[in-house]
């Protein structure tokens, strides 16, 4: 009996490029959706390659594991972080500034803000 060979192929960063899924198409024999699984290429001279998530961000797929919202106050995050830099904080050294870091998204409002807006409900932090 022939060995069947499997290769799988998980994408995990936040952008759906990582594999040449055309090429991929181009080069197998057979070409098999498989659900929430993913999408299987059978290439025509060799091995099946399941590509899981259908080449989507594992982490992502089929799920708002990180809601718009979230994205939002990341980035505004990182804007806050962007204009402390460039204005030369004083509290920022080279490293992981925990402290300062937090002093200084404290300081902008934008965690207020967004507890304000998105709850919990009554302005807790929970």
């Known amino acids: ?3 069947a060979l499997l290769a799988l192929a998980v994408g995990t960063t936040s952008r759906s490029f990582e594999f040449a899924l055309d090429e991929l198409r181009e080069g197998s024999a057979q070409v098999t959706d498989r659900g929430v699984l993913g999408t299987s ?3 025509a001279d060799g091995p099946e390659i399941v590509v899981l998530g259908h080449g989507m961000p594992i982490n992502f797929h089929y799920a708002e594991s990180l809601s718009n919202r979230y994205v939002d106050l990341v980035l505004a995050g990182h804007a806050v972080g962007a204009v402390a830099l460039a204005g030369g904080d004083d509290r920022l050294h080279p490293g992981h500034n925990v402290a300062a870091t937090n002093q200084i998204l404290a300081e902008s409002g934008i ?4 507890y304000r807006l998105y709850g919990p409900a009554g302005g807790g932090r929970g």
């Open 1 to 3: 009996m022939p060995l």
């Open 41 to 43: 290429y059978q290439l």
């Open 111 to 114: 965690v207020d803000d967004y």
